[in-house]
């Protein structure tokens, strides 16, 4: 046995490698007011925050359990005004940190005193190349700030990827995005089709494109990368209800993804908290080793004795390990069900509903579900529905 077995009691077979990714979400308060964020819709019941010096002690943890990258998101993690401490300790340690950001915060002064705690890499969202989107989809004035946030960025010498999450309403401007995204010179451009979790799942019917938008998209991209070759590098996400086959989630459950939630749940990935019948450990309590290695929330859907059929019997139950465990909870009230995405699986009708759905035009749909705007009040509300 190794020691992390010994600590355990887990047989050395099926004892998962060290959780190399750590997502560290330090607050779920937020400026913008995105239709598709991925927070928790609960989030606004989030009561207090972890503190700086837990943090450090995260920090230090997640990296003696072997954690090389570590993500700085929320939220807008540029809210913590410790960030910039929690950066240099990450760097001390020897983490590869990136942050997340929507830009908002992200000043000069601020820039700089990143740059000096060793901060790697930025991701700067946007929500559409011109003005009047990015600020409706946002439900804030923040085009002009992100693209001056860009121009910081860039004069630090960081390498920026530019993220906009494309759905329905911005996925027709897909040429002027990637333009926008070469003006402002970024090294990397997601386009990360909205998968549909948490506020993007409450406005599924007004984000899912249709397969000619989607197909379109897919086409303009490729002419891009060809056109622009190596001046950037192109990803292009696809909607998980337009694929046949689940993808794997998180790379396996608890097998290389850990996220510690602003309040300290820790979690194999951003959204199985709603995952009813799973409770999960906080590190207030126990420490990052034993939370990965040895409680029942991360080992709940490790290996394959948990899968029902489909997938207990499936060739390909290696390749995608069922899929996502969230999305079937959301979508047939059972994580341990195979993701409908699949073909295979008697949910997938689910989701081709929701994919046929998409496919009627705006102007033909007799019902029109208003937008739901990620918001604290609106979150209370929902939380308590
Ligand atoms: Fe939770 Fe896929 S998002 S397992």
Redesign the pocket.
């Known amino acids: 046995m190794n020691a992390a077995s010994a600590a355990t009691g887990i047989a050395p077979a099926t004892q998962p490698g060290p959780p190399l990714w750590l997502l560290a979400e330090l607050t779920y308060r937020c400026p913008l007011h995105c239709v598709f964020c991925y927070n928790p819709v609960d989030f606004a019941r989030t009561s207090t925050e972890l503190s700086t010096g837990d943090w450090l002690r995260v920090l230090r943890e997640a990296r003696a359990a072997g954690s090389v990258q570590c993500g700085f998101s929320g939220g807008e993690p540029m809210l913590r005004d410790d960030l910039e401490e929690l950066v240099a300790e990450a760097h001390r340690l020897g983490f590869y940190t990136n942050l997340l950001t929507s830009g908002v915060g992200l000043t000069e002064a601020r820039a700089s005193a990143l740059k000096q705690a060793g901060l790697d890499h930025i991701q700067l969202s946007f929500q559409d190349s011109t003005r009047e989107l990015n600020d409706f989809l946002s439900h804030t004035k923040t085009f002009d700030l992100k693209r001056r946030t860009a121009g910081i960025i860039k004069s630090h010498g960081w390498p920026m990827v530019l993220n906009c999450v494309i759905h329905r309403l911005n996925i027709d401007y897909i040429e002027q995005i990637i333009e926008l995204a070469v003006e402002l010179g970024a090294e990397y451009l997601e386009l990360a089709n909205s998968q549909y979790?948490s506020w993007a799942e409450i406005n599924r019917d007004g984000l899912l494109p249709s397969r000619e938008q989607l197909e379109r998209a897919e086409r303009v991209t490729n002419d891009y990368r060809e056109k622009l070759g190596d001046k950037i590098r192109i990803f292009f996400v696809v909607p998980d209800y337009y694929e046949t086959r689940p993808k794997k989630?998180?790379n396996g459950?608890g097998n290389v993804f850990l996220t510690i939630t602003p309040d300290g749940t820790a979690l194999?990935?951003?959204?199985?908290k709603m995952l009813k019948g799973i409770t999960f450990p906080n590190v207030r309590d126990m420490s990052v080793q034993d939370i990965w290695y040895a409680s029942p929330g991360f080992n709940h859907f490790r290996g394959d004795s948990w899968m029902k059929d489909p997938c207990r019997n499936c060739p390909e139950k290696e390749k995608d390990l069922g899929g996502?465990?969230?999305?079937a909870f959301m979508l047939t009230g059972d994580a341990a069900n195979a993701d409908p995405v699949c073909d295979k699986s008697p949910f997938h009708p689910v989701v081709q509903d929701a994919v046929a759905y998409a496919q009627v035009p705006d102007a033909r749909r007799t019902v029109v579900k208003p937008l739901v705007f990620r918001d604290p009040k609106v979150s209370r509300q929902l939380a308590e529905a």
Do not use: S, V
């Open positions: 979790y989630c998180m459950w194999p990935c951003h959204t199985a996502c465990r969230c999305q």
